[in-house]
């Protein structure tokens, strides 16, 4: 640029906020948005894609089964470590928490949605924990969480950098090229790497799987 930027500020209104959360905030501003005719759903990668839609739609089933009922909440703190987190949160923190878990601990949340199945009386709950049992154990599900779990937590670290009170533009600058740069570089070689990486899990699973079966016949 010849000459120094200069930030215009363009008030689009005012509005009453009824709800002071992230999450009521957040929606009144994006409706208030979809209102005047500026569009935002390009900028959410995730509802593009089926796939993605699928996904996270049964990131969020997982979260929603276990903290539906104590018991059920119970039964997944014994057999995990790292919390799930619900995907409907705004914050970007929040989504990559909500990968985490399975992330790293997909053969213990597996474990934990067949002990549901096998506690619970109700028989849609049953249903639903068997499924999702079988989802967590898919490649298909594997792999999407590593990609998604490296993308997330790429743009979260931008993300808080950028929100610092002390960012200069330049900085800023610079780290969103870096960020573009990256994450262009993972489309060509990241998802090889992302493929190695599920196919581990996907056999940590079938080990943790052939174990069970090992176990329950011995106490039979």
């Not at 089933?61 to 039964?75: D, E, G, P, V």
Request: glycine share 2%; proline share 2%; with cysteine.
């Amino acid at each position: 640029m010849d000459e120094a930027p200069k930030i215009k500020e363009h008030i689009l209104g005012f509005l009453v906020a009824s709800e002071t959360t992230d999450l009521g905030l957040s929606s009144l501003i994006l409706n208030r948005l979809k209102e005047l005719n500026i569009p935002f759903d390009a900028a959410d990668a995730a509802k593009v894609s089926t796939d993605a839609i699928s996904y996270f739609s049964n990131v969020q089933k997982l979260y929603t089964l276990f903290s539906a009922a104590l018991q059920r909440w119970a039964i997944l703190k014994e057999h995990r470590t790292i919390a799930l987190k619900s995907w409907s949160d705004p914050q970007w923190e929040s989504h990559v928490n909500s990968i985490e878990a399975v992330q790293y601990q997909a053969p213990n949340i597996r474990e934990a949605l067949l002990e549901v199945r096998d506690k619970v009386t109700d028989p849609l709950t049953k249903v639903e924990a068997q499924s999702l049992a079988e989802e967590v154990w898919s490649y298909r599900f594997l792999i999407c969480t590593v990609v998604w779990y490296d993308i997330l937590h790429h743009v979260n670290h931008v993300s808080k950098l950028l929100q610092s009170a002390t960012m200069q533009l330049e900085v800023a600058v610079d780290l969103l090229t870096k960020a573009n740069m990256s994450l262009t570089s993972y489309r060509d070689t990241g998802f090889a790497a992302a493929q190695a990486t599920a196919k581990d899990m996907s056999e940590e699973i079938n080990v943790e799987a052939v174990l069970n079966v090992k176990r329950q016949r011995s106490t039979k």
